[in-house]
């Protein structure tokens, strides 16, 4: 799978950050894949899920860009259910309790099943996958993500032949989440795939970032990733995922159809009413960049052959 390398990237922005550099000076002389030795040397998973990390790809990607710093992917968030502004998830996520973690898969497929987040951790090999994100307010970052194809978790459930959608419902703990006394949105966040699209080599579940366990602002304990979509595509803290032959309805659209639509593929030439698509402010950047037609991931274009992507927006 090849990502391509835009032309505006510098040959100088091919630099990762120290923390990365660090960590990759680690495997290279413990001679480890590149999880199992941030596995040894940061996460607080149990053993048993640790050793489901030997087996973890390294980075198959060719991406350039640079890697945005871990502190501020881990503290620039939008997790609406805790907080609003962007340094609220850091400060009001930590009570997230990421265990026991079950989530459903069910709807229309042959074996629908309930997995323990142990099992989803086994369930394929683990990968790294440098991935842009670009998120519809005009901001993006670049994240080394953990996980493994949601493909390989259709597949075992087996979808029937009428499975169009694949609608992802993601946790609702008002206990917990002082967001969600606020009727932003309707509650629980939920979103919503084509199969195809679900089933696309690069759509992922993220269970990691950085070589690290997912930290609760980022959607701990598994989220979903797609990389060419506007970053509310990617639902975080799933609890349910089911297939479906009708488009499901998602929180943003129902919120505001007209600003989200069901496919929001980053695409510079549709404008959102309140923030202009064609350019994008790169954290940890000081001028702006172009943004790229499905954020650069030009292998997705044929999912969307004959499509009108102004009116399917
Ligand atoms: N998932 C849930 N459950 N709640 C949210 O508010 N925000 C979305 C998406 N997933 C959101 C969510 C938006 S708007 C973005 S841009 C990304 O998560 C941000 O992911 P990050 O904070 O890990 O960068």
Not at 125 to 150: A, D, K, N
Request: charged share 25%; net charge positive; proline share 8%.
């Amino acid at each position: 799978m090849l990502i391509r390398r835009p032309a505006d990237i510098a040959p100088s922005e091919i630099t990762s950050p120290d923390l990365y550099r660090a960590r990759r000076e680690f495997m290279r002389l413990s001679g480890r894949t590149a999880l199992a030795g941030a596995a040894t040397l940061a996460l607080p998973w149990s053993a048993a899920e640790a050793a489901a990390l030997a087996n973890v790809q390294p980075n198959r990607q060719k991406i350039d860009d640079k890697p945005t710093r871990l502190k501020d992917i881990t503290t620039y968030n939008n997790y609406y259910e805790f907080g609003v502004d962007k340094d609220e998830p850091a400060k009001n996520a930590g009570v997230l309790k990421t265990r026991p973690w079950t989530v459903i898969v069910d709807g229309l497929c042959n074996r629908p099943r309930r997995f323990a987040i142990e099992d989803l951790l086994k369930l394929a090999p683990l990968e790294e996958r440098i991935y842009r994100m670009r998120c519809v307010e005009g901001w993006s970052m670049v994240i080394p993500w953990v996980g493994f194809p949601l493909a390989s978790l259709l597949k075992l459930v087996e979808p029937q032949g009428s499975a169009k959608f694949v609608e992802f419902t993601t946790l609702y703990d008002e206990k917990i989440m002082p967001g969600v006394k606020y009727p932003i949105l309707d509650w629980p966040y939920t979103e919503g795939l084509r199969l195809d699209e679900a089933q696309h080599p690069l759509t992922l579940l993220a269970v990691g970032l950085y070589g690290e366990e997912l930290l609760p602002q980022n959607g701990a304990p598994i989220r979903l990733v797609v990389p060419w979509k506007y970053g509310f595509k990617s639902a975080k803290s799933i609890v349910h995922i089911r297939l479906t032959e009708k488009m499901p309805g998602t929180a943003w659209n129902k919120a505001a159809a007209n600003e989200y639509g069901f496919y929001s593929n980053v695409n510079p030439k549709v404008d959102h009413p309140r923030w202009e698509q064609d350019t994008e402010r790169r954290i940890g950047e000081l001028t702006k960049r172009k943004t790229l037609l499905f954020n650069g991931y030009d292998e997705v274009a044929p999912l969307y052959a004959g499509m009108d992507l102004k009116k399917n927006f």
